[in-house]
Structures are given as C-alpha cells and as structure tokens.
C-alpha cells in the first residue's frame, strides 16, 4: 500500500498561536531598518550611478546620463552630486528652469560643493545673469582646495569682463595662469584685454602663447590680424587672414575682417 502524506489540522489555541507568530513576523519585517552594511552598499551605488552619469555626459549621451542620475535619485533624492548632474542634462536640453532648479537644490544640499557651483556659474554666464554668475564663480575661486579653480578663475574672469570690470578680469586670469600656465583660454583673454588697452606689445605676447597651446580660432586670428597690422608687419597679417578666409570662412571674424578691405 502506497504512503500517503499526512497533514495536521491545528486546533483552535494552536491556531490562534500560529496567527499570533505570523502577526508578529510581519511587524518585524515593516520595522526593519538597514543595516550601516546596507546604508554603505546604497551610498556606494549611488556615486556609481553619479560617475556612470557624467561619464555619458562627456560623451553627449543625455539619455544614458539622464538615466543613471535619475537611478541615483531614487536612492537618494538628497544625492547633490545626481542633482548637479541632472542640472546639467537639462542645461543641454535647454531646459532653463529645470536647470536651475536642480542646481540650487544640489548647492542647498551641499553648499561646498564647488564643481556644482562652478557649473551654475557657467550656467548663468551662458544665461546672460552676469552679476549672479560672478557672485557663484568668486565664491568657488576662494575654494584652495577645489581642483580645478583654475578654471573656475577662468569662468570668472570672462564675467568680470563681461560686467566691464577690466583690471579685475585681467588679475582672474593672471591667478588661473599662476596656478596652469597651459591654459590656452586664459592667455587668449589677456590678449584681447591688453589690445583693448593698447598695450600691443603684451597683446602680441599673450597671443603668442595661446598659439603655442592650441589651435587658431577665429577670434585669435582676427585678433592676429589687428596686432600685426599695428607692428606693420604684411607678411604675418596676410598669414592670419589666408588662414581665417581657409579655416573659418563663415564666422563674424572673418565678415568683420573684410569690412576693413572692402
């Protein structure tokens, strides 16, 4: 004869028991908080989804970006490095309110966090908000221990021109120079001061350098032209003009080039 199962049918106290234990169980599962282990692993994903994100920004791919930085905002929604990096995201997409948004958010978050007050200041340059920029860069440009301050000097040297604030912008990118003298941007701006100022043979220095640094944008090469008509020299003028007519036959520089040969 085949072996069946048996089962047992609890009686009313041992029933009552059972519905007790299981009542028990369940409160303790909704009770349960994580453990430092889980908090870390949490933290841990959360600045891997942050870093996974930036790095698809650097590559134009806003969707992967937008993905991971929304991944780590459902793990923390007070993550201020997610918050800078969606700012970002919309920053592209132009979407100006949303923007702005998060970037106020990621700082009232994390009010040292210079890289994301670094990029609001960029943000509000590219929005025209000259005093409010100058404002966010001057305040990472004090931050020693930030990295790329140099850059930031940089940002914020291009604010305090814009704002007409000459002397000032020239002493930004002296600093951002002191710190990197490799950087083309900053040698460039001073070029384009000290002509504004007549100071042409400290014009001609600094757009030497930049030119030793980088390739000859339309601005440098127009600028080029300018000192070396002062200077008199022909033959390096002619050489900045064959190049902007080559190189950049559409931009501004070049129309405003042939206003002064038409």
Same mark, same amino acid.
């Given at each position: 004869m085949a072996l069946r199962p048996t089962f047992h049918l609890p009686g009313r106290a041992a029933r009552l028991s059972l519905a007790l234990t299981l009542g028990l169980l369940l409160s303790a599962c909704v009770t349960t908080t994580k453990t430092p282990q889980q908090k870390v692993? &949490?933290?841990?994903?959360?600045? %891997?989804?942050?870093?996974? *994100?930036?790095?698809?920004?650097?590559?134009?791919?806003?969707?992967?970006?937008?993905r991971h930085f929304l991944k780590a905002l459902g793990m923390n929604d007070n993550s201020a490095g997610a918050h800078n990096g969606i700012a970002l995201v919309y920053q592209l997409e132009e979407e100006v309110e949303l923007a702005d948004k998060h970037f106020r958010r990621a700082l009232k978050l994390q009010p040292d966090f210079s890289l994301a007050?670094?990029?609001?200041?960029?943000?509000?340059f590219q929005q025209k908000r000259y005093q409010e920029a100058q404002k966010q860069l001057a305040q990472v440009a004090q931050d020693f221990g930030y990295n790329r301050?140099?850059?930031? &000097?940089?940002?914020?040297?291009? %604010?305090?021109?814009?704002? *007409?604030?000459?002397?000032?912008?020239?002493k930004s990118f002296k600093q951002a120079l002191g710190i990197n003298y490799r950087i083309a941007a900053a040698h460039l701006e001073l070029a384009q001061l000290y002509f504004d100022k007549t100071e042409y043979t400290l014009s001609k220095h600094y757009l030497d350098q930049f030119g030793k640094m980088s390739r000859q944008t339309p601005k440098s090469l127009w600028l080029g032209i300018r000192i070396e008509r002062i200077f008199g020299n022909k033959d390096k003028e002619a050489s900045y003009a064959l190049a902007l007519k080559n190189l950049h036959p559409y931009s501004e520089e070049y129309l405003e080039y042939k206003k002064t040969i038409d």
């Open positions: 692993d &949490l933290k841990k994903a959360e600045q %891997t989804h942050v870093q996974a *994100g930036l790095g698809y920004l650097r590559q134009r791919d806003k969707e992967s970006a937008r007050r670094n990029n609001y200041g960029v943000f509000l301050r140099h850059f930031a &000097l940089v940002n914020l040297g291009k %604010t305090q021109r814009k704002l *007409g604030e000459t002397d000032a912008a020239v």
